[in-house]
């Protein structure tokens, strides 16, 4: 299985910081990474596909980026309502994992 | 716009079959090339892909889970559905159903949307 790593684990912020999330996959994953927003008590919701593509609908301050095993997530000016915890999945391969997730705290 | 809405018993006794449901409105189950996906989530833990199916019967599982999954599309009833079998209390979890669709030619899939999740106990 394919392993995925992230960094940090948990993040302290202000209104209009610039945020970063890091991800690694343990193999080489091309561009298969996808970035979710869990917010509490809430399903998890597509933030970025593909590593960089922004889904519809998803503020343009969310910025993904990344090939092979390194992949970041950046809030370029953060927001009282992107708290939230923000996983990274790969769907290189079956099964299907996630990162362990990053909690932000604004 | 698709929805799916998760349903089914939210306790189970050990050692007995967990059977969920997802209902898919606003779209037909059977348009386009999707898979139907269930991913759970203990309590404050992360996220773990449980498998997913097709409607042409193909499916895919998590090997941690292969032995006691099944997944399965009922095209008529526009749902698919979830039987996880000798559940312990290891199984406790929010399930959550997801679509997963391909976003370009080389492959790409992702899982969008999910169901809102429902919680579901191992006790006695």
């Known amino acids: 299985d394919i392993q995925m790593t992230q960094s940090p684990s948990s993040l302290s912020a202000s209104e209009g910081d610039r945020v970063t999330i890091t991800c690694r996959a343990s193999q080489n994953i091309g561009s298969f990474l996808d970035w979710f927003q869990q917010k509490p008590g809430k399903a998890p919701k597509l933030v970025i596909f593909g590593a960089s593509s922004l889904r519809a609908g998803v503020p343009s301050r969310f910025n993904g980026s990344g090939s092979g095993t390194d992949f970041t997530l950046t809030v370029s000016s953060l927001q009282p309502e992107d708290l939230a915890s923000y996983y990274c999945q790969q769907s290189y391969s079956t099964p299907y994992t996630f990162g362990q997730g990053t909690k932000l705290e604004i | 716009q698709v929805q799916l809405q998760e349903s089914g018993p939210g306790l189970v006794k050990p050692s007995q079959t967990l059977s969920l449901t997802c209902s898919v409105s606003?779209?037909?189950?059977?348009?386009?090339?999707?898979?139907w996906n269930w991913i759970r989530q203990p309590a404050g833990k992360g996220l773990e892909w449980i498998g997913r199916a097709h409607t042409s019967g193909t499916t895919t599982y998590n090997s941690s889970l292969k032995s006691r999954v099944t997944i399965s599309v009922d095209t008529s009833k526009n749902q698919f559905s979830l039987k996880l079998s000798s559940v312990t209390a290891a199984d406790t979890a929010v399930y959550y159903c997801a679509r997963a669709y391909y976003y370009n030619r080389s492959g790409g899939t992702t899982f969008d949307p999910w169901g809102q999740g429902t919680l579901v106990t191992v006790s006695s």
């Open positions: 606003g779209g037909s189950i059977s348009s386009g090339s999707y898979y």
